[in-house]
Antibody
Framework: EVQLLESGGGLVQPGGSLRLSCAASGFTFSSYVLYWVRQAPGKGLEWVSGITGRSSNTYYADSVKGRFTISRDNSKNTLYLQMNNLRAEDTAVYFC????????????????WGQGTLVTVSS | EIVLTQSPGTLSLSPGERATLSCRASQSVSSTYLAWYQQKRGQAPRLLIYGASSRATGTPDRFSGSGSGTDFTLTISRLEPEDFAVYYCQQYDTSRWTFGQGTKVEVK
């Protein structure tokens, strides 16, 4: 059974930093593209970032480019999101998600999700 | 960036009724990269449909997806009590993933 468990959320002041983690199990971690997707309170889903299996490619939404950095440690089966220069509009539940399919082909949808971790940016 | 617009914003229906949800793209989307998700309050999204029309593992056959180009549809043939939730479409194009704003299916 695939499990994704986010941690690291909390309250941070505007301009501050936070690092989110997502511990994964139940699948061949290094074979899959992984993502961060966020949801502001009462709002819809917004894709934030993605990283390929061996970290050769990373992708960012324009809203976070230059402030957030996605990374992964395949030896620890863990995905990270380093968030710097945080703004009030970054307040959201952050989900990690795994790409669907077998891991051999790019499919661009998210078939397993964690339960999310809440990030609140406020003074 | 491709923008997905879902309609209606809210659909008020009774159990047993048919639900038809629309997702319209600002430019053509590859059917391969069009997916639908269900989200219940306080829960993570759940994949329902991928490749515009393929049901994900565990998706009941009352859910079906169709469409191509710029117009896609999620149909729930007969609403069950557990189907009342928010539904999102999602697409991928040139290193960008975007979601529609969601359609809430509520009990009438």
């Amino acid at each position: 059974e695939v499990q994704l468990l986010e941690s690291g959320g909390g309250l941070v002041q505007p301009g501050g930093s936070l690092r989110l983690s997502c511990a994964a199990s139940g699948f061949t971690f290094s074979s899959y593209v992984l993502y961060w997707v966020r949801q502001a309170p009462g709002k819809g889903l917004e894709w934030v970032s993605g990283i390929t299996g061996r970290s050769s490619n990373t992708y960012y939404a324009d809203s976070v480019k230059g402030r957030f950095t996605i990374s992964r440690d395949n030896s620890k089966n863990t995905l990270y999101l380093q968030m710097n220069n945080l703004r009030a509009e970054d307040t959201a539940v952050y989900f990690c998600a795994k790409e669907g399919g077998s891991g051999r082909n790019f499919v661009a949808y998210f078939d397993d999700w964690g339960q999310g971790t809440l990030v609140t940016v406020s003074s | 960036e491709i923008v997905l617009t879902q309609s209606p914003g809210t659909l008020s229906l009774s159990p047993g009724e048919r639900a038809t949800l629309s997702c319209r793209a600002s430019q053509s989307v590859s059917s391969t990269y069009l997916a639908w998700y269900q989200q219940k309050r306080g829960q993570a999204p759940r994949l329902l449909i991928y490749g515009a029309s393929s049901r994900a593992t565990g998706t009941p056959d009352r859910f079906s997806g169709s469409g191509s180009g710029t117009d896609f549809t999620l149909t729930i043939s007969r609403l069950e009590p557990e189907d009342f939730a928010v539904y999102y479409c999602q697409q991928y194009d040139t290193s960008r993933w975007t979601f529609g704003q969601g359609t809430k299916v509520e009990v009438k």
